[in-house]
């Protein structure tokens, strides 16, 4: 089993910035993608950013120049730097990982954490 664990959440003013860590644990040979998702009342949740095991980034077009996705291989962790925030950027965010437990396995699940809330308000 694998978990991951959100955290960094929190309120702040519209113009500021929060760092969200992900740290995963559990059984892990190597994770390959990781993501940030953001998910706000009847919406459905919707991709902020992710990178691939070799660093490649993508964003969404909103966040785009604010925020920064990144990783620690070593830690098996992940962040998202998000800056200049807005209140359109309040909601709940989840990390999601494709995790390879074995390494006599190629078989890859992905896994989510339980999110952490992000208000963004004056």
């Known amino acids: 089993q694998v978990q991951l664990v959100e955290s960094g959440g929190g309120l702040v003013q519209p113009g500021g910035s929060l760092r969200l860590s992900c740290a995963a644990s559990?059984?892990?040979?190597?994770?390959?993608?990781m993501g940030w998702y953001r998910q706000v009342p009847g919406k459905e949740r919707e991709l902020v950013a992710a990178i691939s095991s070799d660093g490649a980034t993508n964003y969404a077009e909103s966040v785009k120049g604010r925020f920064t996705i990144s990783r620690e291989h070593a830690k098996n962790t992940g962040y998202l730097q998000m800056s200049s925030l807005r209140p359109e950027d309040t909601a709940v965010y989840y990390c999601?990982?494709?995790?390879?437990?074995?390494?006599?396995?190629?078989?890859?699940?992905?896994?989510w954490g339980k999110g952490t809330l992000v208000t963004v308000s004056s």
């Open positions: 999601n990982a494709d995790v390879r437990s074995w390494p006599y396995s190629s078989r890859v699940m992905s896994y």
């Open positions: 559990g059984s892990i040979f190597s994770i390959n993608a």
